[in-house]
Nanobody, 120 residues
């Protein structure tokens, strides 16, 4: 079994920054692509950022230039550095990961989410 646990959310003023973390634990053979999603009230969940095992990254247009995704494979952790936050960034942020639990079986796991609120 594998668990993903997000942390780092909270209340921040517009223009502020937050760094989200998502730590994976359990029976992990290898962590492949990892992603951050977000879901605002009344809206569909949207993909924010992606990082592959080779550290290739991709961002939603709303995140480009403000958010940075990174990973530390020694810690089985993915990060999302969010700068210049706007009220529209308010959402529950979720991570997911393609976890290779054995060779060649890969399973998609999700975290439980962390709330980010941008408000003055």
């Amino acid at each position: 079994q594998v668990q993903l646990v997000e942390s780092g959310g909270g209340l921040v003023q517009p223009g502020g920054s937050l760094r989200l973390s998502c730590a994976a634990s359990g029976s992990i053979f290898r962590l492949n692509t990892m992603r951050w999603y977000r879901q605002a009230p009344g809206k569909q969940r949207e993909l924010v950022a992606t990082i592959t095992s080779g550290r290739s990254t991709n961002y939603a247009d709303s995140a480009k230039g403000r958010f940075t995704i990174s990973r530390d494979d020694a810690k089985n952790t993915v990060y999302l550095q969010m700068n210049s936050l706007k009220p529209d960034d308010t959402a529950v942020y979720y991570c997911n990961a393609d976890v290779q639990v054995s060779s060649p079986r890969t399973v998609l796991y999700w975290g439980q989410g962390t709330q980010v609120t941008v408000s003055s």
